[in-house]
């Protein structure tokens, strides 16, 4: 059965679920996967700092592939980090290539801005051009309450709510989604928002409805899935892999939740942003793009020595499905809890 949510209604998808991007790794085929499915599909921006590959070329690529293979609503991301050279561009140059291109314009419903400022896309003339022409809403991922405070401030649509059980990248806080969800309903009751981090299960999604999400986005559950274009041996960590088989170290952006390996737990945690920033001070950009090569290893299927992203949501996952399948049981079980729990009420 569809749901209504505000989200859904916003994005014009069937489902309350949204596939979270995960760059620097392709999430195209899982993009078109979602979308088919009556998710939606989101984008990842390829690439990290690096020289070879080129995040514009790529998303455009990217994008025209989407809309050739369905014609289902989808998102993309970009990462406004400082670090991110690619930044700026990405916020001029694809809104004005959604401009240019009428089937990408009617289906890309979402951009999600993370990992920097939620100012720099607003920022964008050709942004607001292409919000004035089309159906297109800004969420920013808000890790923690005052970055949600920072996002309201720069004007977003909505604010994709992800706490520490969450894969990949994390804020300083280490606050728990279930808490950070609260926050924002107690801080900005009214602003849509998307559930993230630690959801897997249509119980996880009743609960994230409950506190007033209007969507999951889920990034670990669909690495699992058949549609994902990750590694077979990066996939195969998830089932068997438990709850407490992650761990939260530093990366290139700041915090990250990764699979404990021989990469993760040789890694130091900084705990502090101004430590973080005082040490991106003295790194050179070769050792900025040599950091990045673990990602690539990980991609490439070396779990030893590669930066493993996953999140505490793997300790959930037990077999690797079709997206279809796993949208299916996902909603279907919410729905039972959904009624379960009004049954509670005499
Ligand atoms: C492999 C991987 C790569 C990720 N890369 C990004 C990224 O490029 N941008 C972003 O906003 N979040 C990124 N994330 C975080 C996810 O979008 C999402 O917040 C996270 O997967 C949610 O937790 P879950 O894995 O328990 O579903 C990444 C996560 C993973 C697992």
Redesign the pocket.
């Known amino acids: 059965m569809p749901f209504e949510t505000q989200i859904t209604k916003m994005l014009g998808i069937k489902y309350p679920i949204i596939a979270?991007?995960?760059?620097?790794?392709h999430t195209t085929h899982l993009t078109v996967a979602v979308s088919e499915a009556g998710g939606l599909g989101v984008l990842?921006?390829i690439g990290l700092l690096s020289k070879d590959k080129d995040p514009i070329e790529e998303m455009k690529q990217n994008m025209q592939y989407v809309v050739e293979h369905t014609d289902k609503p989808f998102g993309f991301?970009i990462?406004t980090s400082r670090l991110e050279p690619y930044a700026k561009t990405l916020c001029d140059e694809i809104p004005e290539f959604i401009l240019d291109n009428p089937k990408i314009k009617e289906q890309c419903r979402y951009v999600?801005t993370?990992?920097g400022s939620a100012k720099v896309l607003p920022q964008s003339k050709t942004f607001q051009e292409l919000k004035e022409v089309s159906q297109i809403v800004h969420f920013h991922?808000a890790p923690a309450l005052w970055l949600a405070e920072k996002c309201v401030d720069a004007g977003v649509d909505g604010l994709v709510v992800?706490g520490s059980?969450?894969?990949?990248?994390q804020s300083y806080e280490n606050v728990s989604t279930l808490v950070l969800l609260q926050q924002v309903q107690q801080r900005f009751p009214l602003i849509p928002r998307i559930a993230?981090?630690?959801?897997?299960t249509g119980e996880g999604l009743a609960s994230a409805l409950s506190l007033g999400a209007g969507a999951i986005?889920?990034?670990?559950?669909f690495?699992a899935s058949k549609e994902c274009e990750f590694h077979e041996v990066y996939k195969n960590v998830v089932p068997p892999a438990r709850a407490p088989d992650t761990t939260l170290v530093t990366g290139i952006l700041g915090p990250i939740r990764l699979w404990k390996n021989k990469y993760s737990l040789g890694h130091n945690r900084v705990t502090k942003k101004e430590e973080k920033l005082a040490q991106e001070v003295v790194m050179s950009t070769e050792e900025l793009a040599k950091a990045a090569q673990a990602y690539d290893l990980a991609y490439q299927g070396n779990i030893h020595d590669g930066a493993v992203?996953?999140?505490?949501?793997i300790g959930l996952i037990d077999s690797i499905k079709g997206v279809a399948s796993i949208i299916d049981r996902i909603t279907q079980d919410a729905e039972r809890a959904i009624q379960k729990t009004a049954n509670l009420i005499k």
């Open positions: 979270a991007p995960m760059a620097p790794f990842s921006q991301n990462r999600l993370s990992a991922v992800t059980e969450g894969g990949g990248h993230c981090g630690g959801f897997a986005a889920m990034g670990s559950r690495i992203l996953l999140g505490q949501s």
